[in-house]
Nanobody
Framework: QVQLVESGGGLVQPGGSLRLSCAAS????????MSWYRQAPGKERELFAT????????NYADSVKARFTIARDNAENAVYLQMNNLQPEDTAVYSC????????WGQGTQVTVSS
């Protein structure tokens, strides 16, 4: 079965950086685009970064463009999110996602940006 396991969240000061990882299993990873979503308290879940299969083309929401970088390692069945210059408004639960026959989500990892 499809499994997605995120890691790397935590508490960071404004302006700081974090790197999130998502370990994937149960499907042919290299054939599928992968995405990162986040959900802040009281807000809807937001799609903010996607990376395509094979060529690894990327797309970002304006809210994170130039600060966040999504990458994948098809040999390791993993997708990563490098987050720089984090701000309090980036505080949220971050989840990776794949759409095969349906949407699959990991359990999420909490990112808190606070001084």
């Amino acid at each position: 079965q499809v499994q997605l396991v995120e890691s790397g969240g935590g508490l960071v000061q404004p302006g700081g950086s974090l790197r999130l990882s998502c370990a994937a299993s149960g499907f042919p990873f290299s054939r599928y685009a992968m995405s990162w979503y986040r959900q802040a308290p009281g807000k809807e879940r937001e799609l903010f970064a996607t990376i395509t299969s094979f060529a690894g083309s990327t797309n970002y929401a304006d809210s994170v463009k130039a600060r966040f970088t999504i990458a994948r390692d098809n040999a390791e069945n993993a997708v990563y999110l490098q987050m720089n210059n984090l701000q309090p408004e980036d505080t949220a639960v971050y989840s990776c996602n794949v759409v095969t026959i349906r949407d699959y989500w990991g359990q999420g990892t909490q990112v808190t940006v606070s001084s």
